[in-house]
């Protein structure tokens, strides 16, 4: 069954430090979204992306955030400069087209700041 | 706004005991869609199911069901005899349906079931 990969599985960044989160959602996918879960926490919203471009985003999403689609497969997330507050579960999900669909997510990525 | 509760935090029952996950949403839409997603503990969150607001049959797959009622804004799972693999945190998880396109899911905070053998 098809599914959405994420890499790196925990990555450990240096305060300040830029880091580059990737995701290759599913093939026939049309929208995609990132979320994220601090620990022991709910699962957050941040942003949600679809034909190129950014079609929603949360409160949380702020302009240390980025997101790109380089390619015709890769969907990536960037924070500029992390915080510690940036700690948490990052979570890529992709859904097909129309009707509110299931979002499929990724395993996750730990991400850690010191 | 849209809200989902669930306030159960955590729930222990033991092996081959029903179980009873409660969801309460808030919504002002009347095109609306309810999910369900399990986040075992290594981590990953699984979609289990998906209902429309207008559809308000109740569901059974296997030893899960789920109860969807419009009248008490409630979207209730409930896992029969419960298995110690069914342990994980579950979410459920709202999202709007009056626009077009895809429209972000809003999690409650999770119930953590522990199924003790």
């Known amino acids: 069954e098809p599914e959405v990969t994420q890499t790196p599985s925990h990555q450990v960044t240096q305060m300040g430090q830029e880091v580059i989160l990737r995701c290759v959602p599913i093939?026939?996918?049309?929208?995609f979204y990132w979320y994220r879960q601090i620990l022991g926490q709910k699962v957050e919203f941040l942003v949600s992306f679809y034909n190129n471009e950014i079609s929603e985003k949360s409160e949380i999403f702020d302009d240390q955030f980025s997101v790109e689609r380089p390619d015709g497969s890769n969907f990536t997330l960037k924070i500029r400069s992390t915080k510690l507050e940036d700690s948490a579960m990052y979570f890529c999900a992709s859904s097909d087209f129309g009707g509110n669909q299931p979002q499929h997510f990724g395993d996750g990525t730990r991400l850690s700041i010191l | 706004a849209q809200k989902v509760t669930q306030a159960q935090t955590e729930i222990s029952v033991v092996e081959k005991e029903d179980v009873t996950l409660d969801c309460v949403y808030e919504t002002r839409d009347t095109t609306y869609y309810l999910f369900w997603y399990k986040q075992p503990p290594s981590g990953e969150l699984v979609f289990l199911i998906r209902?429309?607001?207008?559809?308000?049959q109740n569901e059974i797959s296997g030893r899960y069901s789920w109860n969807f009622q419009k009248s008490t804004s409630s979207f209730n799972f409930t896992i029969t005899a419960s298995q110690v693999v069914d342990s994980a945190v579950y979410f459920c998880a709202l999202s709007e349906g009056e626009r077009s396109g895809n429209t972000p899911l809003v999690f409650g905070k999770g119930t953590r079931l522990s199924v003790i053998a």
């Open positions: 209902r429309n607001s207008f559809d308000e």
């Open positions: 093939s026939n996918h049309l929208y």
